[in-house]
Structures are given as C-alpha cells and as structure tokens.
C-alpha cells in the first residue's frame, strides 16, 4: 500500500528505522485512501447538488460564474486534514524528537490535495452527475477556444 | 389547392386569424387568398397586408427553399397570393367598384334610360345614389349585391382570370379545388358578396364541377357601436349617416338567414358547407365610418371562424350542410347566462382538438422563449466569447461556425421577434379582451401581467400559458426547464442549419417542456 508514497522510499531522517518507516507511510496510505475517497465522495455529492440547484432565470445567468465548480476546494481541507494526521502520528511513532516531519507533512498534504482534486474533477465528468445544461462548464480549459467567433459583427 | 376569399373588413379579420393559425402549423399545405373590399384603405386591410408580407418572409427566412422544419409544423403553409409581373407584390385586394366612385357611376345611372332610372329609384334613395363607395359599402348590402353582380363583366381582368385558371387546372385533378368565403352577413361588403361570389365560382370549372367545393363563413353579429356614434353627422357628404348602423345588424341578419334559407328551401343551393358564427354578447368597437381609422380588434368569433376554415380544408365534404354550435352557459359567478369559449368548446368535424391545441401552445411557446429570453441571450456580446455556456448553441452552431450573432442571423430573429411582438401575442390579447372570464383558451395574466416591462408573455408563467391562471404556481424555474429543454433536443431534430436550426431547436424544445408540464400529445 505503501507504493502509493512511492518516492518516499527512505527515511526522512538517518535515525528512524527502515522497518518503522515502512509501517509508518502503510499506516498513511490507508489514511490517505480514506480521507481521499470521502473527500471526493463529498465534493462530487455537494456539487451534484449545487449544480442542480443552479437555475438559468434570466440571459445573464447563462454566463455567470460557475459556482458549483468550486466545491472542488475541499481538496483543500482534505490535504490540511491529511497533515494533521500526519503530524499527530509521526511524534507518536517517531519521537518528538524525529526530523523530516515538515517534509512528510508538507508532501503528504500535497499529494492528498492533487489527488482530491483530479479524483473529484473526474468524478464531477461522471454523466449524470452535471446537469446537461452545464454540460461544457467543467470542460472549459479544454473547449474555451472552441467555436468562438472571429471577425466582423 | 385551397383558396379562401376574405370579403369585406370583418373578412380580412378572419383571414388575420387563418395566417395565425397557419404560422402555428395548422393551415393546409397551401393556401390561396384574395380579399374582396372596396375600402382598400381600412385599417384591418393594412394591417392584414402586413401580417401576410410578414408571414412570407419568415417562411422564406425559416423554410428557404421549402426546407422542413423537422417534424414542426411551424410556417408550413405555401401562400399564394396570385402575384403578377405588374402588380404589387403581397396581398391582392379586389374591389367590385372603382376609387371616388359613386353608387350611380358604378350602375351607370346618368346613362340610363328614364325607365330604368325609375327602376333604380325603386331599389335606392338619391343618397345612396350618390353615396362614395370606395370606403366600402356601409352596410348596405343591396348596394354591394348590385354591385358584386357585375362580377361576371371582371372575368377576364386579373385576379379573376388567373383564379379561373388555377381552378380549372384544379378541378381536373382528383383532389379538386376548395374554396371558402368570409364575411359577415349583417355588414355590406361580405353581406353582398357571399351569394353572387359563390354563384359566379361555380360557373369557373367548364368540366368537373363536382370537384369545386366552396364552403362559407358566415358571420352574424359579434360586435356593435354605439348607435349615436354611427349617427353622428359626418364630414364627408353624410358619410356617418349612411354608415353601418349596429341598431340593424339584428334586422340585417334577419333578412340574410331568411335569404339562406330559401335558397335552401329552392335547391338553389350553391355551398357545399356554411358555418354560422356569431357571439350572444357582442363587444363594443369604436365606430369608424371606414378608412385607416377602421381597425377593430380581433376576437375570438374571429378564431373560430378561421378554425371553421380550416375545418372545411380538412374534410371531405359529403353533405351540403350548414353547420353551428353552442357552448355550455356559464354558471360562474358574474358570468351567469353567458357563454364562454373553453378548448373543449372549439367547434371540430374533421381537425383535431389535442392536435389543434398542442399547436397553438407550442407555437406560443417558442414565442414566448425567443422573445423572453433567447432573443435577449443571443444579443449578449458573451456568446462570441464563451459559447461553451450554452451546449445547444455551442454544439450546433459555433463549433459549426454557424453564428447566430452574425449580423444576418440577428437581422433574421429580429424577423421572428416581429412577428411575435407585433401581430401574434397582440392578436391573442385581443381575442381574450372580453368582458370576464369569457375566453378561456390561453391564460391572459401571462400575456397581460409584464407587458409594461416590455415582456409579450410573462417568463414566470411559461407552464402557465393555458387557462386558468395560477399565479402560486408562477416560477422563473420554467425558463430554466425551458433551457434544459433546448439543451436536450436531439441533434438529428432537423431545421438545417441557422435560422431554421434555431426555431426548430426552440419548436422542439417547446414541444417536450409541453409533454412534460402540460401532459399533453406531441403535435
């Protein structure tokens, strides 16, 4: 499982032992799967619902922002969360004492936040899940320059 | 083919209505119309003359070249409007009398034999001798008759000739040719022009006459002005003293039907189906002797009529029947003793009434959408910049460099806007402007609450566009299924591509926010 943190093979620091490491960043992925797969459950569910709760009443609402979309910033919280749990089980197993905690943390967090955040723009793609009249809003980077008009009025 | 002959200004009102029912879809294939008025100036004239060159153009702007509309009906109906090199182009209007034509030019008075003088007296007074009848005949429709029984001597001049032909080519065909005249019969012109118009048809088709099939309208009075108004002294040449006067339309109906009836009683029948309309309760005009100034407002005698046309269009006509019908006395408070017209109420042998229904609705529908918020939206500089907010638009036309905000394109929805803004929606306020409650087809809270604010039909009420009103139930969420409605039409609708993609694309739409909010067929 551990193969999730594959760059952090070795130890952040000389003294922490290769075994405890290993079941240190074992202990991690599993945390990290659960607090990725309930952010992303949680991110894709609250969009889903704000997304059908986004009416066009009126011309101007066709182009303004699309809010729902930023319900992929609990990412956000997911990564913070994931330090904090890393931060809390690293003196635990290691000692106040253990260097390379603001590294681990750091990357951890990180690594938690992109996850979050591809799994729950994935997720957001899943058909039924935006509401066909927003269907090109989430894939705006990619169709933004697609159709616009050149020329004269 | 299909021709209908609007006679007179109650006639045009009618024809009005039929190019409405047309654009929604109902109309025949094709139609051929021709309006009989020697008041070429009326105001219900012009603005019929309007409506048509309005309905060409949008049929030409959204079917070029015949194209379908997918499955909608819109618009579908080819008009011929027997045009000629010489003439101008749009609605012909033909009148039996010349202009600044006096009654006694018209039969040749002066010229007369003094016998024949004398027999003329017995029929006409000096002031309706020198009555000017380029502003119709005023309810006069002994005048008229005398004057329309010289059809005959117009068989070769244009439109006669070319409404000859076309028939006779018709008739040899085994579909045959139908006919339907319009007119009210307590009037003057149509009054006059019924009979000899269809006696005169009938002689067209040298070989199978059978094939020729002519209907009539028949208008019995649905409207009135005020006595005094009609009486007061005029200024040309006691114009108001010799116009219609509403005190005689009873009498004048009277005499019509008692004429009806005994060409029936002699089997000298020439009508293969007459409907009789008319209203219990007529609605007050303002009194114009004639000219611009005669602009009646529509009313819903006027749909029925037009309905009866189509009707007539449909059927197979085995019986020379005349037909009527009543709706059920209203109970409701207020409205006690007096009819009212409800869907169920629309008098149908042959078209269908979901059917007819459906496509009223949708039609007002698509009106609705477009001028409240698509024509609005395609104006925004927004869509040239991100088309990707709207999938149907960027799906079907900007990915496809079809824009819609060209200039052309914008041009072509300020056509569509017109024609909703400037002849239907006001068509439909003034067939439910009637005392009450009485016209309970559309809901004319939706069409009356935000005219102010300049919206044709109130947003907040497109699932409420049919009667009753309920205003609890009024929500901007109908604009928004609306939308969703659009996005969900099947690329494969049809329409081609632009102008026409675009009213198909909103006719579609339209068609399942029905199925879905009014539970009702497709058209």
Not at chain 2, 59 to 80: I, N, S, W, Y
Not at chain 2, 405 to 423: D, H, N
Request: glycine share 8%; hydrophobic share 45%.
């Amino acid at each position: 499982m551990n193969r999730i943190f594959f760059w952090m093979h070795d130890p952040p620091d000389g003294n922490i032992l290769g075994e405890d490491w290993e079941q240190y960043l074992n202990s991690m992925a599993a945390s990290y799967i659960l607090v990725v797969l309930l952010a992303v459950l949680a991110t894709v569910l609250i969009y889903r619902a704000a997304a059908a709760r986004k009416k066009i009443h009126a011309p101007p609402d066709v182009f303004a922002p699309y809010t729902p979309i930023y319900w992929l910033c609990l990412s956000v919280p997911a990564g913070i969360v994931m330090a904090m749990i890393c931060i809390w089980t690293y003196g635990e197993k290691f000692g106040d004492q253990a260097g390379g905690l603001t590294y681990t943390a750091t990357t951890l967090a990180l690594w938690t936040f992109l996850g979050c955040l591809l799994l729950g723009y994935l997720g957001i793609l899943i058909p039924g899940i935006t509401p066909p009249k927003f269907r090109y809003r989430p894939l705006w980077p990619f169709c933004r320059k697609r159709g616009l008009r050149t020329g004269g009025k | 083919m299909t021709t209908l002959i609007s006679a007179g200004g109650t006639g045009t009102r009618i024809l009005e209505a039929v190019l409405h029912l047309c654009a929604a879809g109902l109309g025949p294939d094709k139609l051929r119309l021709l309006v009989i008025d020697p008041d070429a100036s009326n105001g219900n004239g012009t603005r019929a003359k309007e409506l048509v060159n309005k309905y060409v153009e949008c049929r030409r702007t959204f079917r070029p070249a015949g194209q379908e509309l997918g499955k909608l009906p819109f618009f579908r109906t080819v008009l011929d409007l027997l045009e000629t090199e010489d003439a101008e182009a749009g609605l012909k209007v033909w009148s039996p009398v010349g202009p600044n034509k006096r009654f006694a030019d018209v039969v040749n008075f002066p010229l007369l034999a003094p016998m024949a003088k004398d027999i003329v007296h017995l029929f006409f007074t000096d002031d309706e001798l020198i009555m000017k009848t380029d502003i119709g005949f005023r309810g006069h429709p002994a005048i008229g008759a005398a004057a329309m029984s010289l059809l005959w001597l117009y068989r070769h001049q244009k439109p006669w000739s070319q409404l000859t032909e076309k028939i006779k080519t018709e008739v040899s065909e085994p579909e045959g040719s139908k006919v339907i005249i319009v007119g009210s019969v307590f009037g003057g012109t149509g009054a006059s022009a019924i009979h000899p118009l269809a006696r005169f048809l009938r002689t067209m088709p040298e070989t199978n006459r059978d094939r020729l099939k002519i209907g009539v309208v028949a208008l019995v009075p649905y409207f009135q002005f005020r006595a005094a108004a009609a009486a007061a002294p005029g200024q040309e040449g006691g114009a108001r003293q010799l116009g219609a006067r509403a005190e005689y339309f009873p009498v004048a109906t009277r005499a019509a039907v008692q004429f009806y009836h005994h060409l029936r009683e002699n089997n000298d029948w020439e009508f293969d189906a007459m409907y009789w309309l008319g209203d219990d309760s007529p609605a007050e005009v303002l009194y114009e002797v004639g000219g611009p100034g005669q602009k009646n407002p529509a009313h819903f005698v006027d749909l029925l009529a037009a309905l009866a046309c189509l009707d007539f269009f449909a059927g197979d006509l085995a019986t020379k029947a005349c037909r009527y019908a009543g709706p059920e006395e209203c109970t409701d408070e207020g409205l006690k003793n007096k009819n009212v017209v409800r869907w169920m109420d629309l008098p149908f042998l042959e078209l269908d009434r979901d059917r007819v229904g459906t496509c009223l609705l949708q039609f007002a529908l698509t009106g609705a959408a477009h001028l409240g918020f698509f024509e609005p939206l395609l104006k925004k500089e927004d869509i040239d910049q991100k088309p990707y907010c709207l999938p149907w638009y960027f799906e079907r036309f900007a990915t496809k460099k079809d824009w819609l905000t060209s200039a052309e394109g914008r041009a072509k929805f300020a056509l569509l806007s017109e024609f909703f803004r400037g002849y239907h929606y006001p068509w439909w306020r003034e067939i439910h402007c009637t005392e009450g409650d009485r016209v309970r087809l559309l809901n004319r809270f939706a069409l009356n609450a935000r005219l102010q604010e300049g919206f044709q039909v109130d947003p907040s009420r497109l699932a409420n566009l049919l009667y009753p009103d309920s205003a609890a139930d009024a929500s901007l969420d109908s604009m928004d299924r609306f939308f969703s409605d659009a996005v969900h039409v099947a690329k494969a609708a049809g329409g081609g591509g632009g102008a026409s993609a675009y009213l198909t694309l909103l006719g579609e739409a339209a068609a399942r926010f029905i199925r879905r909010q009014y539970k009702k067929k497709e058209s």
